[in-house]
Structures are given as structure tokens and as C-alpha cells.
């Protein structure tokens, strides 16, 4: 926290000192290269449809005036979009499924879909500099962990060659059976961990959502640290209620932030609450909680 507080007075002095010296539109222009230098460790996007209420553009210019750095879970049709306002999409869709969360990869009457989806879709993620598309585990619906575990190895195997050829992330979502998925089979890491191991590949990872682990799991921290190399993407969301990540909930969210960069963690956490209050004025103080 110190150290924040020291970027802060630095920033401001600098600021201060620049205006004094000469034209307030060069010290705004040093400023911005300041903020851009002592910005955090992580990457963050806010994802879409928690602010569907605001024109994706508009969505797009309030985000990088807040820091982040892209928006999550657009269809293709939206990527451009984001694209043009220097914005990456950290998370992309491959369909619009109503059983896109339910028919998953355990479901082996589904691969023939779940990797056409993907063949399709990966090339063009490629070209539209999109890192990460997202999967699902899908619903148990009576299958045991030792048959569904095997199942989504092997659907996940098939189509991991093109997803290292093209250089884009396939991320599993990890989700809660008990407040908002029933029967969703992929809701503990361990689960997820064991498939990731059996895929062996760098390009298939898992989507940590913290707010579903923790109703499921809790021990955050230590679950992220241990598993850290299986995990290539975050969500957020306050426990309870999938809320503001502010000390209305139950976690430590700058203590879980710092722990995820202390991993070096490279790619994205994306913001999945959903704002009680002004919208962007909560995605703003999540981004600033989670700027370590």
C-alpha cells in the first residue's frame, strides 16, 4: 500500500512541477507516459455483459480513461470494435449458443461441434489479435468425475494442435454447482487441473473465476499459487451476491491480486460483477484495487 501511495505523490509532483514550467498540454502528455510507466502488474478488462446497458464504444473510451486494457467475452461480431479503440479483447466467444454453458466437453456427442466451433473461430481470433477463447466443462448430467474427466481429455486433445498453431488460448471455465450453475460438473479446480494435465498442452488452460471458487472451494490464494501454470485467465466478482469487489464482500481482493502477479502471471483478469451502483465509477474502483 506504501507503495501506491508513493506512485500517487510522485505522480502528482511531477504534474504539478511540469504545469509550472510550461505549456499544461505537455505536462498532461508527460502525465499520461507517468501513469502508463508505474501502472500495475496485471492486465485488466471489464467484461461485456455486465455493462450492457452502455454502448460497447462508449464501454470502450470509459475503460481506457479508467487503465484497462481490454473487454472480455464479445462475440466476433464486436471485436473490431474494441480494435478500434486500442483495446484488446481478452476473452472471445466462439458461438452464441443457448447450451453454450451446459454442452461442454465432457459431453463427447458434442466434440464434433465443440471442435468445429473452435477451427472455425481460432484462425480468425488469430488475425483479430485475440489471446484467449472460452470453453466450457458443460453439465454433468449423471456422468461420474472418472468419465467425465477422461472425456474432456480427449475432445480437448483433438483440438489442441490448432490452438498451439495459432497461438491462441483455449480457456476452460471453472463454475459454482451451488448458487448459480446446478450441476455444472467443472466446479473445483482440482477437477479442471486434472483435465489440464491429461491435455499436456500450453494453449489449453483454465478460466479461474474467483467468485466461483470461492463459494465452492474458498482457500483462493493458495489454490492460484499451486495451480498457477494450469490457469490463463481471471474473472471477478464479490462473494456474495457477484457484486462490487469492495469490502462488501468476503475476500481480500488486493491480497488475492498480489499473489496472482507474484505468480507472473501474464494474461488478463477480466471484471465479471455486476455493478449496484454507477457502473463505471465501481469498474473504476475495482481497477484500482486490483492495481498492485
Not at 475503460?63 to 474494441?82: A, H, N, T
Not at 472455425?120 to 467425465?148: D, H, K, S, W, Y
Not at 471458487?213 to 482457500?219: H, K, L, R, Y
Request: proline share 5%; aromatic share 6%.
Amino acid at each position: 500500500m506504501k507503495e501506491n501511495v508513493t506512485r500517487r505523490e510522485m505522480l502528482s509532483a511531477t504534474a504539478i512541477g511540469a504545469l509550472a514550467i510550461g505549456d499544461p498540454r505537455h505536462a498532461l502528455r508527460r502525465v499520461e507516459k507517468i501513469v502508463h510507466t508505474v501502472s500495475g502488474r496485471l492486465k485488466q478488462s471489464a467484461s461485456r455483459w455486465c455493462y450492457g446497458k452502455i454502448p460497447l464504444p462508449e464501454l470502450c473510451e470509459a475503460g481506457k480513461r479508467i487503465g484497462l486494457s481490454g473487454i472480455d467475452l464479445l462475440q466476433p461480431s464486436d471485436w473490431s470494435v474494441v480494435r478500434e479503440h486500442g483495446l484488446t479483447v481478452s476473452m472471445g466467444y466462439t458461438n452464441d449458443r443457448p447450451d453454450f454453458l451446459t454442452n461442454g466437453f465432457v459431453n463427447r456427442a458434442s466434440h464434433p461441434m465443440l471442435i468445429g466451433e473452435l477451427e472455425r473461430t481460432l484462425p480468425v481470433a488469430r488475425a483479430a489479435g485475440v489471446p484467449n477463447l472460452i470453453a466450457m466443462f458443460g453439465n454433468r448430467q449423471g456422468r461420474t468425475n472418472a468419465e467425465a474427466i477422461p472425456a474432456a481429455i480427449e475432445g480437448l486433445r483433438r483440438i489442441a494442435p490448432l490452438a498451439e498453431e495459432q497461438g491462441v488460448n483455449i480457456c476452460v471455465e471453472l463454475l459454482n454447482s451451488k448458487v448459480d450453475h446446478p450441476d455444472y460438473i467443472g466446479d473445483h479446480t482440482a477437477f479442471g487441473v486434472e483435465v489440464m494435465k491429461g491435455v499436456g498442452s500450453p494453449r489449453v488452460k483454465l478460466l479461474y473465476d474467483i467468485y466461483h471458487m470461492q463459494i465452492m472451494e474458498g482457500d483462493v490464494i493458495r489454490t492460484i499459487t499451486d495451480n498457477h501454470q494450469y490457469i490463463g485467465h481471471f474473472h471477478t466478482g464479490g462473494v456474495p451476491g457477484r457484486h462490487e469487489i469492495d469490502d462488501s464482500q468476503e475476500l481480500n481482493w488486493r491480497a488475492v491480486m498480489k499473489a496472482i502477479a507474484d505468480t507472473g502471471f501474464q494474461g488478463f483478469v477480466a471484471h465479471e460483477f455486476v455493478p449496484t451502483r454507477d457502473p463505471l465509477t465501481s469498474l473504476r474502483q475495482a481497477f484500482e484495487i486490483c492495481n498492485v
